[in-house]
Structures are given as structure tokens and as C-alpha cells.
């Protein structure tokens, strides 16, 4: 089994949140994943380690159903793009190494 990271990023829509509840709940669901966590504000947050437990934020039914109908983005949000990854191959390094230490096998953005 492998963990996902789960962020957030660009502008907020109605449903963003839904996705994201309906995307905690099938990980747990599905007996393919172990640890469900969440990068607050997208890539940077990621890269600067703000990575949360999502299974310990939402571990109530009440609290997905809360979360889907939150205005905003629950996770926080960021602007940053990611450069080629010529252009700036020790971010990609950094982004690897973070993938390895929280052993990512599933990654939504």
C-alpha cells in the first residue's frame, strides 16, 4: 500500500471542495491506500512541508458534509507554476524526495 497527497490550487469553484471530500472518502474506501494527506496552499505549501492528516481532519461523515458545501478551498490555494523541469531540476528533486519520505503513490492537484 502507498499514500495520497491531496492540494489545492488556482481559483475556488463550487465543487472544489466536493472533490475533495468525494477524493478523501474513495482513498479510504478503497483498501489501496494507507495515509490520506493533504498539502495546505497547493505546490508551495508541499514544498515548504505543511502537509496534513486528512484522515485525522475528516474523520466523521458530519465532517465531509460540512466540507462539501464550505465555500472556498478547504485546503488553501497558491498561484505557483511549476517551471519545466529542465529549467529548475532541484525542485523536481525536492518534490521526489518529499513523494519518497511520505511514500506518495497518488497524487491530485
Not at 517551471?83 to 513523494?99: G, Q, R, S, V
Not at 519520505?101 to 497524487?107: L, Q
Request: aromatic share 10%.
Amino acid at each position: 500500500m502507498s499514500n495520497m497527497l491531496i492540494a489545492q490550487s488556482g481559483g475556488p469553484t463550487a465543487a472544489i471542495n466536493a472533490s475533495l471530500s468525494g477524493a478523501i472518502q474513495e482513498a479510504i474506501r478503497s483498501g489501496e491506500i494507507d495515509q490520506v494527506y493533504g498539502a495546505l496552499n497547493g505546490v508551495e505549501g508541499m514544498l515548504a512541508g505543511t502537509i496534513i492528516d486528512l484522515r485525522t481532519q475528516f474523520s466523521r461523515q458530519e465532517d465531509f458534509s460540512i466540507l462539501e458545501c464550505t465555500p472556498a478551498m478547504a485546503l488553501g490555494s497558491c498561484r505557483f507554476r511549476l517551471p519545466e523541469e529542465d529549467a529548475d531540476p532541484a525542485l523536481y528533486e525536492k518534490i521526489d524526495e518529499i513523494f519518497r519520505r511520505y511514500d506518495i503513490g497518488y497524487f491530485f492537484y
